[in-house]
């Protein structure tokens, strides 16, 4: 009998703070869990001891990915880490979606720091198509406080874009804090929705800076106070749904990954298999 929910859930690397893409693969099939995300370089959030890597640059460590997925029968569901720059094309990320088409990813994250909304959504229909060449879909991520800050702009870019392969990502965090919530999700196509990290926290911010909490500090969901059951259930049921749950004073009070994560795989099962198939 397959748990509830097993078959949908990933790991989200921003919940690992930079742990190598192997550990990441054998972490999630530990935990039971099919999916995780992916970023080619591996930069370190936070000091724990964790070695640099370059999926992009290292041939060796991309096939030892490929192997570790096949041995552990887990895939990479997202690769992250797409920014819209003032100045810079899209053009450069060619190499980029070249290597996450050799490790199969179907889909990419994009968010926008340019804060030129209209050359924004140009950007994102080009990188939609250098990644469409490759097989490969795109996402747009609304975030407070980037351009592309909450669900309603994020909806305009998928009419401007116009392509069945650009739709939205649904973060539990971003979407309720940016003033959206299940209702709004609920009165969107389905076909509209590719992705969604789930997560905890409360309605109100826990400090003063949002990218710091949304980055180092979220809640195992039933933690805090987001209506997660009701987020999940008007969510498409074909989705992945990511833990993107980084818990950084954990991490650095000695708390091991799969023990960060183990809670938030458990809940994210209980609440999954509560919401009407």
């Known amino acids: 009998m397959t748990t509830p929910g097993m078959d949908r859930l990933g790991i989200g690397m921003l919940s690992v703070f930079g742990l190598p893409p192997v550990e990441l693969v054998n972490l999630a099939a530990d935990l039971g869990c099919r999916f995780v995300s992916a970023a080619l370089q591996g930069m370190p959030l936070v000091p724990l001891g964790y070695p640099r890597f370059s999926l992009a640059d290292d041939a060796g460590l991309r096939r030892t990915v490929l192997a570790a997925m096949d041995a552990r029968g887990v895939a990479i569901s997202l690769g992250d880490g797409f920014l819209v720059l003032?100045?810079?094309?899209?053009?450069?990320?060619?190499a980029d979606l070249d290597v996450l088409a050799q490790l199969g990813v179907p889909q990419i994250n994009v968010v926008s720091l340019d804060p030129d909304l209209a050359r924004s959504f140009d950007q994102f229909a080009?990188?939609?198509?250098?990644?469409?060449?490759?097989?490969?879909?795109t996402l747009v991520e609304p975030v407070p406080g980037l351009t592309v800050g909450d669900l309603p702009t994020a909806l305009?870019?998928?009419e401007h874009v116009g392509r069945p392969d650009f739709r939205v990502l649904i973060d539990t965090m971003h979407l309720i804090r940016s003033g959206s919530g299940a209702a709004d999700v609920a009165a969107i196509d389905p076909a509209r929705i590719g992705y969604a990290q789930l997560n905890d926290t409360t309605l109100r911010p826990r400090g003063g800076n949002y990218m710091e909490e949304a980055m180092f500090e979220r809640m195992v969901p039933g933690?805090?106070?987001?209506?997660?059951?009701?987020?999940?259930?008007?969510?498409?049921?074909?989705?992945?749904?990511?833990?993107?749950?980084?818990?950084?004073?954990?991490?650095?009070?000695?708390?091991?990954p799969i023990d960060r994560l183990r809670p938030c795989v458990e809940a994210a099962r209980r609440l999954l298999s509560e919401v009407p198939s």
């Open 156 to 158: 305009a870019a998928v």
């Open 126 to 137: 080009a990188l939609t198509e250098l990644a469409a060449h490759r097989g490969i879909q």
């Open 223 to 256: 933690e805090g106070e987001l209506p997660l059951r009701d987020i999940l259930s008007v969510l498409p049921s074909d989705i992945v749904i990511e833990l993107e749950v980084p818990r950084r004073q954990l991490a650095l009070d000695g708390v091991s």
């Open 86 to 94: 003032p100045d810079a094309e899209m053009t450069a990320f060619r």
